[in-house]
T-cell receptor, first 109, second 114 residues
Framework: AQRVTQPEKLLSVFKGAPVELKCNYSYSGSPELFWYVQYSRQRLQLLLRHISRESIKGFTADLNKGETSFHLKKPFAQEEDSAMYYCALKYSSASKIIFGSGTRLSIRP | IAGITQAPTSQILAAGRRMTLRCTQDMRHNAMYWYRQDLGLGLRLIHYSNTAGTTGKGEVPDGYSVSRANTDDFPLTLASAVPSQTSVYFC?????????????FGPGTRLTVL
């Protein structure tokens, strides 16, 4: 069965330090993966998708099929990056998406 | 353009009562979804609809029902609320026809069942 695992409930790093939010998935088909972010008092919104291979707000994520991972990285954390981050996997042609349990990122000044 | 709106913003409900959470989108998206967000469990899909007139079950459909009479509205009904349905509920929509698969979320409804 398909599954998305985010092993860290909370990640706290200092401003300017590198950030890596871990995400592992299990899915027998060809995966489509996403990172969604929820800033304080804002709606959940798409941050980036692996298909686009883009960098958004300095964040990147590379799909590693061998390790079944899609970790989110940023070389230098900023205070405004503090938020809840969800990794998500699209697992059917009906656009159904399964979310991980989320990681709360806290950036310390 | 409002995007997706949800009502009510929050609600306290006695167990056993019936409750309908409303969701409306003005983006003409064909697909809509209901999720519940619980601490430590992330977002779990309750029901979804690929197009008006069709619905499907997600991961945690028991105790919930939905309808999709038109493109814009996707109400979620709790027929007889139980305390385990205390959660934050998010409605979302996506433009499957555009194949972007980006889901756009509403602001959420915080429901407490006592």
């Amino acid at each position: 069965a398909q599954r998305v695992t985010q092993p860290e409930k909370l990640l706290s790093v200092f401003k300017g330090a590198p950030v890596e939010l871990k995400c592992n998935y299990s899915y027998s088909g060809s995966p489509e993966l996403f990172w969604y972010v929820q800033y304080s008092r804002q709606r959940l919104q798409l941050l980036l998708r692996h298909i686009s291979r883009e960098s958004i707000k300095g964040f990147t994520a590379d799909l590693n099929k061998g390790e079944t991972s899609f970790h989110l990285k940023k070389p230098f954390a900023q205070e405004e990056d503090s938020a809840m981050y969800y990794c998500a996997l699209k697992y059917s042609s009906a656009s159904k998406i399964i979310f991980g349990s989320g990681t709360r990122l806290s950036i310390r000044p | 353009i409002a995007g997706i709106t949800q009502a009510p913003t929050s609600q306290i409900l006695a167990a056993g009562r019936r409750m309908t959470l409303r969701c409306t989108q003005d983006m003409r998206h064909n697909a809509m979804y209901w999720y519940r967000q619980d601490l430590g469990l992330g977002l779990r899909l309750i029901h979804y609809s690929n197009t008006a007139g069709t619905t499907g079950k997600g991961e945690v459909p028991d105790g919930y029902s939905v309808s999709r009479a038109n493109t814009d509205d996707f109400p979620l009904t709790l027929a007889s609320a139980v305390p385990s349905q205390t959660s934050v509920y998010f409605c979302a929509s996506s433009d499957q026809a555009g194949s972007t698969d980006t889901q756009y979320f509403g602001p959420g409804t915080r429901l407490t069942v006592l």
